[in-house]
């Protein structure tokens, strides 16, 4: 960096040091302390939230096992609403996991060193995310003990190879592999702190499990090269992934014949979506994480804004494309594609629109002054709007496309059902309950990244990026 | 089960499951018992050879009920020859038999799978089914699998036995038969009428009243008052040019059989230039949107009781009748000019102009459609005596027996059938009278209100289950031969009446035989047979038409006594409910659940009234009101109807019963409560208010939105899903259907498959004779197992019917016109749902269907998402379970209600799990059938025309044609060469198989806008 730093002065504006600490120790100290001490001494408070999200889960468990017991009559699904909740909820799991990935990969190969303070918990967000929607494409299937047929895997009660055109299939290889990906690259991340972990633990089942999943880091040269190599190997896998899931998620809807679901903008505007999510999601976390465990110092001010930044283009850009379907549906003069667009506003389901638009393209528009965008009471406000906004968005699409598609006499309304609302409360609280345990038996900030952009020493960086050279 | 006892009893190797059963411990048998609880006992008793094949028998029996339930008379199959009457196992079988329904008649082949009849179909030997039955008579055979039928005779609300009946019988104090009074439905049986002869004749002072809550009985009073005698009217509707139909809805529900239908549809078949010139014309004048309205070329709203003046100011048009009383009307009037370009057109018809009246209309207005058809020449309408002789006939007579209980007069009322303390006139109050009766009998199929009010209530055999006869009103007659012996015990009105008048003969079976060999002459069994195998008994003398005048004096005479009525009063009318007809159906599911062919309602019934009167009564669709008249009141919620006449108000008849089975608990409202002997079609003067309660109906279609909002520019003018045009505009432009959507070039990603070699199946079906009757629905849901899935899961959009009737409305939401359109799957070419299935359970077969594999299917749905028409349904819980509490059958088994159900399954279809998709397969069983039957008869090719689905069999106007599309001389081929023939949606690339030849109307040009 600091070669590239000295010839483009301009690039330290955006990576300067931005964490404070006495020194490396100190911050060790202030991120492993979390994740030390007597369990039962964690804080009660702690305990009572968790034990909320673990009851939340639990429901969660309950409604599948109801689901699977009774059939997809238990949703609201209906004809012609084959998907609903169900795919609403598994793309606005997927999308918020887009952060993850995002400011894993991408950021790391633009050298956005500022990632360090958050890559780490987007990335166990990711997983968490990824995890909950997983839950939605295998329950909805009418038959899930079935659902394996989806996979390619050698079964004699089928005998019968997948249908490779059907892009639920590139779905299933979509999203196992962005989650393989994502797993790896978390893992391979944590290698360098479960070590530092290890070394401090005062258990002997601490020292081993850690001891077992640090793989016998020793923090010797040839490690740090592997370990950078790998990372940096990682990371250009995972890029193309965080455009790739998305797209391929899109094309459960454009290669459709539905009017609504039919269109050519979906990849594009799928995946700002899923950043916009995403970034989102990792906002409400960290503002929470960064009261309750007071971690100012290393997620400062500066990260949030650089979030809300990020937040505002997306937003934008996903605000654009609402623009851009109504335009093209107007342009190609086709009248089933402007039924299906003015029906998303006026129609039965306006209120869905309405909502998607005011907390997608019209509430992301505060941060452009920097006094809202550096205030946290605002960022978390906006931050909430955005996903529920974002989970309107595929409940407009999905819902409102398939309610009223060509034929008048086939149209209906869907309505959710309780066991609708629970099962996505229950994902909810699967996510919470495991990022709270992440929290609190994982290092939540990368400490051996996040040494890379501490200032503790006015000036003093210089010599660090020479140590560091 | 029994297998336990074949094991240990037979020679050869001895198979054993355990150990324990090996050994036979008690352990095992008490494990056996308790695992298998319904067959315990049969299980403890010896276990000689004997008992062994008798419980084989039985089990079989459960699990199909065969050979053994079926009845010890000879029935012939008509599907074999005379004499080749063998049953080989897994077989079907076709049965003759005849079905009645409010004097309506239609003779009916009944499929049977191993001695249980599976799926009723019209005989097309009969001439008033031609292979066609109505939605109601394919429906009924799920009642006879029904297990709230009644099952035991009941003395006074208590259990008893059919002997303790016998006993009690033969001690009625009959004497002369002063006080014996019978109160049957509508005679259509000669059998039972010479019983009837039989019983007056024994009992000359006793009394046989005919009385159904829908009957033809105006239409015979009209003819008493047109030419002095009752007299049936029999409409030529092949042959007339110009057709009326004042509140007759002879397409639909006021014409109980397929006949009119199949006779009306002649003149709409265009399969040539020529038959253009050839259509004929339909007038409709009508109170509720009826399909009869649906299908006529001009259609007029007014009041049920304003036919009556219609049809005078239109006698007095055509000059039938002299010295009428004109309605003064503005000349720019819609009334008027109805009128008077109706007079003009059924002049210029002459003998091929047909007026006609329906059920719900006075004796004089069926008199003045005589007077009409005379004075304009009309050839097309004959009328002939009854058959059957009527006397005490109709709802004057249940209202003099009601009178004579009510007086003492009455010691002994035999009901036959029917439930009267339901659907009698409220204001009769059946119910009081008959607790009057010291001995009342009750038959009925259903332990329904009239069942626990009366001193005896006797199960009634189904009519698959009972021996009798029908016939048509000319005469025509048919042996109603069972398939199977009664499930539950039930008996026939002729065993009731044989037993109750002590005839020798008391078994249904003997009575018919003999009723009918003694008037056969030759070798009587041979002739009997032959009545059995062909479904019509040929020597059965059919009443030549008479030549009759009416006597327009009289008719003149009748119209001045006649009160008049006032348009502005709130009129109420009822009709037959196309699902519970009069509430006889009320307990049957695929009744239930086949939607209104108008409303689309299903589960329950609405007072239907105009978007006009609604909005004047300050009300909303789904509001409750009372409506009540003197003493007598109900609620309803109400429903909007578009183009329904203003100020009225319809409601079907047949709902809110309270004595009924599960299926039919709590389902609509019961208008019986305010149908009154002075109101009893119709009637003004009724008082709606506002309850303030809400109630939602179940409709397969969004009610009301493709009406009127549907029909702005966005909906319903830019999508040309139904097409229709002018006879005129197709002649003059033949392109103007399929230039009704722009196609452009289109190209597929994926490679295209020719389908060009050997059978490429595909269907065409005629919205110009369509006129939207349901009977493909029943037909349907009967051939392929499909599920009920009850009000709650239709009111979410789950109902399963594969093939589906869609109704569009365009126009003014007053005026609106009307097209049916029945929806069966596409099977695309391209289909779009085969793409995105990622496991592979929807394909294409070679032939062109577009096939599911139930088995392979996880669920996803995503192909219904994908699918334009949506006709893919999907199960989205178990629909096919039913109770599992055991039931005593006659034979002595007892059987969970959960088999007895699944009984009236199709074995040649699976009966599909739930969380997998399932959709129309062009009946692909039948197709396999017909091509088995080919290969063995040595063939190599499958003729056209002989495979039929299910749909295409039943259809009374022969609108479905079926068959191979490959082959340019196929029926199907041809009539997909017409230039009206249009793909819908074509513009997606999907290339359907199933097309649809446009509407066209013929309208009067003179009323054209």
Known sequence: ?469 | MSLINITQTGSGPKYWRSVNQLADTPEFREFVYREFPVHASEMLEGNSRRTVLKLMAASLGLAGLTACRRPVEHILPNSQGMDAAEYAPGESLFYTTVHSLAGHVTGLLVETHDGRPTKIEGNPDHPHSLGAATAIEQGAILSLYDPDRSMQVLQAGNEAKWEDFGAAASKLPLGDGAGLRFLSETLTSPSLSALRAEALRKYPKAKWVEYEPVSREFELAGSVLAFGQPMYAHPKFDQAKVIVALDNDFLGLDSASPFMTTLFSKGRHVESEEDLDKMNRLYAVESQFSITGANAEHRLRMQVSEVKQFASDLAAGVGAVAGLNVVNNQANDKRAKFLAALVKDLKRAGAQALVTAGPRQPAVVHALAAAINQAVGSTCVAYTKPLIEKTNNGVDALKTLVGEMNAGQVSTVVILSGNPVYSAPADLQFSAALAKVQNSIHLGAEKDETAVAAKWHIPEAHFLEAWGDAATSEGLAAIQQPMIEPLFGGKSALEIVALVIGNKETKGHDIVKKYWTDQFTGNKEQVWRKALHDGVVSSSKTVSPDKVTPDTKKIAAALAAEPRAAASAMEVSFYPSASSWDGRYANNGWLQETPDPMTKLVWGNAAMMSPGTLRAQNLADGDIISISRGAYKMEAAVMVQPGHADNAISITLGYGRQRVGRVGKDVGFNANLIRTTDAYWSGQGFAITATGKQHRHASTQEHGLIGYEGSTADTQNSRPVVREATVEEYKKEPKIIEEMAEVPPLESIYPSVKYDKGYQWGMAIDLTSCTGCNACIVACTSENNIPVVGKDQVMRGREMHWLRLDRYYSGDENEPTVVEQPLPCMQCENAPCENVCPVQATTHSPEGLNDMAYNRCVGTRYCSNNCPYKVRHFNFLNFHKRGSEAVDLTVGIRMAEEEITSLVYNPDVSVRMRGVMEKCTYCVQRIEKVRINAKVDGRRDIKDGEIKTACQQTCPANAIEFGNINDPNSKVSKMKKQERNYAMLAELDVKPRTTYLAKLRNPNPELQA
Not at chain 1, 77 to 101: C, L
Not at chain 1, 303 to 317: P, R
Request: hydrophobic fraction near 50%.
């Open chain 1, 1 to 469: 960096m600091s070669e590239a730093v000295r010839q483009h002065p301009a690039l330290m504006e955006v990576n300067p040091p931005l964490i404070r600490a006495k020194d490396y120790h100190d911050l060790t100290e202030q991120i492993s302390e979390i994740t030390e001490g007597d369990v039962f001494k964690t804080p009660l408070k702690y305990w009572i939230t968790l034990a909320i999200t673990g009851s939340i889960t639990v429901l969660l468990g309950g409604m599948l096992t109801f689901l699977v017991w009774n059939g997809i009559g238990v949703w609201g699904n209906n004809r012609p609403v084959g998907w609903a909740w169900d795919i609403t909820n598994f793309v606005f799991w997927i999308g918020i996991g887009h952060a993850g990935t995002l400011i894993s990969a991408i950021l790391f190969l633009f050298r956005q060193k500022w990632r360090t303070s958050i890559n780490r918990s987007a990335e166990a967000m990711t997983l968490f995310a990824v995890m909950c929607a997983g839950i939605f494409p295998l329950f909805h299937t009418g038959r899930p003990w079935r659902a394996y047929w989806l996979f390619p895997i050698p079964n004699t009660d089928l005998n019968i190879w997948q249908n490779f055109r059907s892009p639920l299939i590139w779905d299933v290889f979509a999203v196992s592999t962005y989650f393989t990906v994502s797993l790896l690259f978390w893992f391979t991340g944590l290698v360098p702190d479960l070590a530092t972990l290890r070394d401090r633990a005062v258990t002997r089942t601490k020292q081993v499990v850690f001891g077992l999943l640090s793989l016998g880091w020793r923090g010797s040269a040839r490690h740090w090269r592997n370990y950078e190599m790998s990372y940096l190997i990682l990371a250009a896998i995972s890029t193309p992934l965080v455009l790739s899931v998305h797209s391929i998620v899109s094309f459960d809807f454009a290669t459709s014949v539905i009017p609504g679901w039919h269109t050519t903008i979906f990849p594009p505007y799928f995946v700002a979506g899923a950043i916009f999510s995403g970034f989102a999601c990792v906002m409400t976390l960290l503002i929470i994480a960064r009261w309750a465990l007071n971690l100012n110092n290393i997620i400062t001010m500066k990260h949030l804004e650089n979030m809300n930044k990020i937040i505002l283009v997306t937003g934008s850009v996903v605000g654009y494309a609402y623009a851009t379907e109504f335009f093209i549906a107007w342009y190609s003069g086709n009248t089933y594609e402007r039924y299906a667009f003015l029906n998303r506003a006026l129609g039965p389901y306006w209120w869905a629109y309405w909502t998607m638009v005011t907390c997608n393209v019209i509430s992301p528009q505060f941060f452009w002054f920097k006094k809202l965008r550096t205030s946290i009471p605002v960022m978390f406000v906006l931050s909430i709007t955005t996903n529920i906004g974002m989970w309107f968005e595929r409940f407009v699409i999905i819902v409102t496309s398939l309610h009223r598609d060509f034929l008048p006499s086939s149209w209906g309304y869907f309505k959710p059902t309780w066991v609708d609302i629970c099962t996505f409360i229950g994902t909810i609280g699967l996510f919470l309950t495991l990022f709270l345990l992440f929290a609190r038996f994982l290092p939540m900030i990368a400490i051996s990244e996040v040494k890379g952009v501490l200032s503790y020493e006015k000036g003093a960086f210089k010599d660090q990026e020479v140590v560091a050279k």
